[in-house]
């Protein structure tokens, strides 16, 4: 069986994937590594779940439109149908183990012990953190790289202690779950489908000059009703979510005393060093020389 990643033609395969009852997890037999780039790549989604750990590095996370900065040891869960990738951000790129899973095959014949959380995407009715940093859950770090130890070790009843594994990890991810109002993820998910172009090109192309007229151009709608959907997915205008995205990419960069911050407000498209330090303030309540010197000293 095949499992592939695509979206309506929005977003770029990025890998395929064969799974079969003797190997539903890959690869299997050896541990796949991968340094996102710095440059921003199209967003792709997966039939399966992707779990990862990052052992060093720093970048962000964009999930389902949603911007999430990493540094340092952290795990990633993916579920089936979310969209997402990965980017560097420090000139030394961030180290990161990707594992593969088909959850039917691999509790096929098996009893799966009620394992709900594994029908969590699809019926998007739970609120959960797809990464989570060694600090907040060493317990969750752990399972995600025990897991990816045994498949690329694939020594004997490896799959059966997969098996629990996984098991114990999205259990431990269900910990997380808020429910959500029953009406909302459903609007959601249509409004992101709808707005998934516009998202992925604001991912491409945050460093350029972008107008809300080049949005509604990407998006082919208008103005009031792009706003309206971007408003319901991400909560902010496609203006705010621009700036956003520019902010927190630059605070992963501040964390490198070496970047001067005049260059990194540059290097995430602003014009002029006064503008980024005012939507700087804005987004984390401080100048990006106090942010940065708070965040060194409680290294």
Not at 124 to 142: C, D, I, Q
Not at 147 to 170: F, K, P, W
Not at 272 to 287: D, E, I, P, Q
Request: charged fraction near 20%.
């Amino acid at each position: 069986m095949q499992k592939t990643m695509q979206f309506e033609s929005i977003f770029e395969v990025f890998d395929t994937v064969r799974f079969s009852d003797e190997q539903p997890v890959t690869p299997l037999g050896e541990l796949f590594s991968y340094c996102p780039p710095l440059s921003p790549e199209s967003l792709h989604y997966h039939n399966f779940l992707e779990i990862g750990y990052c052992e060093y590095g720093s970048g962000v996370f964009v999930v389902d439109g949603e911007l999430i900065p990493f540094s340092g040891k952290c795990a990633s869960i993916i579920y089936e149908g979310q969209t997402h990738i990965a980017q560097s951000i420090s000139p030394e790129k961030s180290l990161w183990h990707f594992l593969y899973i088909d959850p039917e095959r691999l509790y096929s014949r098996h009893n799966t012990w009620g394992l709900s959380p594994l029908d969590k995407q699809q019926s998007g009715r739970y609120t959960f953190k797809n990464l989570v940093g060694y600090e907040e859950s060493p317990e969750l770090y752990e399972l995600v790289r025990l897991i990816h130890s045994e498949s690329a070790a694939n020594a004997q009843n490896a799959l059966e202690i997969i098996r629990g594994l996984v098991y114990a990890l999205l259990m431990c991810h269900d910990r997380m779950s808020v429910l959500k109002r029953s009406d909302y993820p459903v609007k959601r998910r249509k409004h992101l489908n709808e707005i998934a172009d516009t998202i992925n090109y604001i991912n491409m192309k945050y460093a350029q000059e972008i107008s809300i007229g080049t949005l509604t151009g990407v998006s082919r709608m208008s103005k009031a009703n792009l706003q309206r959907k971007f408003l319901s997915v991400t909560g902010m205008s496609p203006i705010h979510y621009l700036h956003y995205m520019r902010v927190n990419r630059a605070a992963v960069m501040l964390l490198n005393d070496k970047h001067p911050i005049a260059a990194i407000a540059m290097e995430v498209g602003y014009g002029s060093l006064s503008s980024f330090n005012r939507h700087f303030l804005k987004l984390f309540h401080v100048a990006p020389s106090v942010w940065r010197k708070s965040r060194r000293q409680g290294s």
